[in-house]
């Protein structure tokens, strides 16, 4: 095998000497997106067939100016001159970055497997910059994303808020501790091995095995931290992970809890309450079935993705992953979104480990839109509404005067089914939207 692929780099590396000793042009690799930003200082003057800022005005045609990584204007007829002049067509439209409200980028590796409770992590501190998941995420026109632990441990750490573009520093980290999430449902207990199925033999025999234990152990743990506290106070030692969930339940703050299934959206909503903590609700499958609860609790929902999965097919990952995902995800209401938004729920979209796929964000908002969500509703649940709950929507979120110059150009309207990003611009550096 080495001497076969030693065979081809030769074989390749003549090609290209030959090339180059004849004067043809030799195909060289992409750079990389990261130094995409052009040294060139003169603004850059993007034209469409139409913009839409999504505060709720469309110009058409439109154009946006952007300079040093801010919007300068959004209108139409703009001029400006020495302007670097990007012209897109009559039939583009031009939207704010897409803000994907919840991805969980290779889950297996950012599961802790030896213990079910974690709040002390926190996943920024393994961010791979190099990752093709960013590019992913670009190619749904994605430019901001809350990145959420793995939800296969009852309690796994803290997200992160970043640009979808790393730079060299970290200022592409916007938010390096968000906020804590849990799991209910069966997913954290899917891999955990019952001991009388044969002597323990490996660290996958203990809790939880099922729901209730996923419940008690996180019930556990935070009745532990306010015992904690209170030991605390009195000059007892430190522990990292008892005084996350401390401070956490101090200060009233949020948790973001994956719930699939009615009886676990209500589990989850029981659990806030009990310990004083604001909910963020991550997929929600069935909460078409009770938005009421919802709004009752004042709970945040992050819905998605929808999936087109029939009973019976399994999907998902191995340790019983599959199987519970097929479980908790078959019950799928591709209207879901418009029954919200006819309730009264607001919402934000996410699509989860699909985050970075052909299932992404522009896909999970391309189907609510043809199965009824009114298409400037779409945009908000992926825009104005995630980059107000992640506490960004000073910078993006809209196309606004001095905000960052993150923007979309699609091929034509948003969220049709046949659309997608042609360019994916960030902080005023375009990234090709359909890079590898």
Request: charged share 25%; proline share 6%; glycine share 10%.
């Amino acid at each position: 095998m080495l001497a076969l692929f030693t065979l081809c780099f030769a074989a390749l590396s003549f090609e290209a000497l030959s090339l180059e000793a004849q004067g043809a042009a030799v195909p060289k690799l992409a750079e990389d997106p990261r130094s995409a930003a052009s040294t060139d200082t003169r603004p850059i003057l993007i034209q469409a067939g139409a913009v839409i800022d999504a505060k709720g005005q469309r110009f058409a045609p439109g154009s946006v100016l952007v300079k040093d990584g801010k919007i300068l204007a959004v209108g139409s007829g703009l001029v400006a001159e020495n302007a670097e002049l990007r012209e897109f067509g009559a039939r583009a439209v031009v939207t704010p970055g897409l803000i994907e409200a919840n991805a969980e980028l290779e889950p297996l590796e950012r599961a802790e497997e030896g213990v079910e409770i974690t709040p002390r992590l926190r996943l920024a501190d393994g961010l791979d910059p190099e990752s093709r998941a960013w590019a992913g995420l670009r190619r749904n026109g994605v430019t901001s994303a809350f990145l959420s632990p793995s939800g296969r441990s009852v309690i796994s750490g803290r997200g992160a808020v970043v640009k979808t573009m790393p730079t060299a520093d970290d200022r592409w980290i916007l938010d390096a501790a968000g906020a804590l999430k849990a799991t209910t449902g069966q997913e954290p207990s899917g891999g955990n091995i019952v001991p009388r199925f044969g002597r323990p033999n490996s660290i996958f025999y203990r809790r939880p095995t099922t729901r209730m234990g996923v419940t008690w152990e996180f019930r556990k743990a935070f009745s532990d931290a306010q015992l904690y506290a209170a030991a605390r106070q009195a000059g007892g030692p430190l522990d990292p992970d008892a005084q996350v969930l401390a401070d956490l339940m101090a200060s009233k703050g949020e948790i973001r809890m994956r719930a699939r299934l009615l009886q676990d959206i209500r589990t989850a909503i029981r659990l806030a309450e009990e310990f004083g903590l604001r909910l963020v609700i991550e997929e929600g499958i069935e909460s078409f079935r009770s938005p009421e609860e919802i709004l009752a609790a004042k709970a945040k929902l992050i819905y998605g993705p929808t999936l087109f999965q029939p009973a019976g097919i399994v999907f998902g990952f191995g340790f019983g992953g599959g199987s519970v995902r097929q479980q908790e995800t078959d019950r799928n209401y591709l209207a879901t979104p418009a029954r919200l938004h006819a309730a009264g729920v607001e919402f934000a979209l996410g699509s989860a480990e699909y985050a970075a796929s052909d299932r992404g964000l522009a896909h999970q908002a391309a189907i609510a839109v043809h199965f009824g969500l009114p298409r400037e509703v779409a945009l908000r649940a992926c825009t104005v509404v995630p980059a107000t709950w992640l506490g960004i929507d000073k910078r993006v979120g809209t196309l606004e005067v001095g905000k960052d110059a993150d923007l979309v150009v699609w091929s034509g309207e948003p969220f049709e089914l046949a659309t997608r990003p042609v360019a994916v611009m960030v902080d005023g550096a375009f990234a090709d939207a359909q890079e590898d």
